[in-house]
């Protein structure tokens, strides 16, 4: 079987970044590296906090993002009628997982930020990175459903369950390992984010864990890319920086294995029984 050319030279250039990213940042990895405080103008020292605020952001927006993306897509799949509303609304939808992330960045700002009095805050941050995920957890999570054969569903309501009983025990539980998908794609999108955290929770230098959600945080895609273009000294913070990169890289690979893992889990779970 013929692989394509434009597959071999995206996987080779995928493959050159990740190398070159890890022969620069591998030395650099070490327990002090995770674990300590940044030091003398971030050239020195850990990214603890950075790996913290990153984990903060993580999970604020996905706990916001992901029960509001599955129960929309319940809604638009399962409620709602074929017609000019619908594909209004899957159009929309569409539009927004278009849209710049700076402009979510800009919209978090004066919403967030400023209208609702948030401040630069984990929970600002955590809620425009929400936002700017929700299209793509609506978009998956609808195609997990659609993807369900209706003979489930019409075997439920002939049993005598209720719509609700059906999509709870019938549809869900089928549809939840494609709706992991959304989830995958949630968290790979949220964890290199920069410009919507530079408008509403980022700290250039913070080099103390938060107490709440209304504190700011440091994050490693803000950091890595304050400690390559604006550090006090950009020369000898050049290793700190590929070990940043090299440690969001994995971040990013441990949290998508795992969801994977999980989805797996589920899709053989569903198929035994």
Known sequence: MDIPIAKLYRDWNSFSILGFIMYKGIGVISWEFISEMPKDGMTKGGIYPAIIGTFCLIGGSILFAFPIGVMSAIYINEYTKHGYFRSFIQLMTSNLAGIPSIVFGLFGMSLFVNQLGFGDSILAGSLTLGLLVLPIVIRT?????????????????????????????????????????????????????????????????????????????????????????????????????????????????????????????????NNIN
């Not at 990169?245 to 969801?259: E, F, G």
């Open 141 to 269: 999570t609808e195609e997990a459903l659609k993807a369900v054969d209706d003979n489930f569903r019409q075997a439920s309501l002939a049993l005598g369950a209720t719509k609700l009983q059906t999509i709870q025990r019938v549809t869900l539980p089928i549809a939840l390992p494609n709706i992991l998908t959304g989830l995958i794609l949630s968290i790979g999108r949220v964890s290199g984010e920069t410009a919507p955290i530079l408008f509403t929770v980022a700290a250039y230098f913070l080099p103390k864990l938060p107490s709440s959600i209304f504190d700011q945080v440091m994050a490693l895609p803000y950091h890595l890319y304050v400690i390559s273009t604006s550090g006090t000294n950009i020369n000898d913070s050049r290793a700190m920086a590929y070990g940043t990169a090299l440690v969001l890289i994995l971040i990013v690979l441990i949290l998508n294995l795992t969801a994977s893992a999980v989805r797996r889990y589920l899709s053989k779970k």
